[in-house]
């Protein structure tokens, strides 16, 4: 493979380095397909309450272990809920970075609101977009509050504030876009 230089067409710059960047376009224009991003706030804010619940769920049973434990080690099992603050943000990026990594870039909550991740020139997500994803939306919430969130309400594509700084995008599922154009119908058979 050989290197001919900048290509214009292709949308190359050269950077001063000697280096060629390569700057992709929008993959989703919210003109062209306004079914991609049309409920998408709503259904996140579902998603997010139900991936919470999946976080939390073994994180509680581990707790309750932890208790049992400790009764029958007349207290000195208790020391272990020391790990369970390290454990729960592990299970968590853990959790964000293999779902949104999976050919279905979606969490187990996205699945259920049939929406997914992509980046913001259409590629699927990976693991590790997946987990800094996470990272990057709990220090946003806690160093500028939920406010953030009102970031979707002013662009078309309804990205949140922490999409931006990743360069991800949130779609309708391929199904449920098929639903919204009318061109399919919905979940079992559901109009959706």
């Not at 932890?66 to 272990?80: C, E, K, P, Q, R």
């Not at 709990?138 to 970031?151: G, R």
């Amino acid at each position: 493979m050989s290197y001919a230089g900048p290509d214009p067409a292709a949308g190359s710059r050269p950077s001063g380095l000697g280096i060629t960047v390569e700057v992709r376009p929008h993959a989703y224009d919210p003109q062209a397909n306004p079914e991609l991003f049309e409920g998408v706030l709503a259904r996140r804010v579902v998603a997010f309450m139900i991936d919470v619940i999946v976080i939390t769920v073994p994180l509680f049973i581990a707790a309750v272990f932890i208790f049992v434990f400790g009764l029958i080690t007349f207290g000195l099992g208790w020391a272990l809920y020391w790990l369970m603050y390290p454990a729960s943000i592990v299970w968590a990026l853990f959790y964000y970075g293999m779902t949104l990594g999976s050919p279905a870039s979606a969490t187990l909550g996205m699945r259920a609101m049939g929406i997914e991740m992509r980046t913001w020139y259409g590629a699927p997500a990976y693991f590790v977009l997946g987990a800094v994803h996470a990272v990057v939306y709990w220090i946003s919430v806690s160093v500028l509050s939920p406010f953030i969130l009102l970031v979707g309400f002013f662009n078309a594509r309804k990205r949140l504030l922490h999409d931006f700084f990743v360069g991800a995008v949130i779609i309708n599922s391929a199904a449920r876009a098929a639903a919204l154009r009318g061109g399919a119908a919905g979940y079992g058979g559901f109009a959706v």
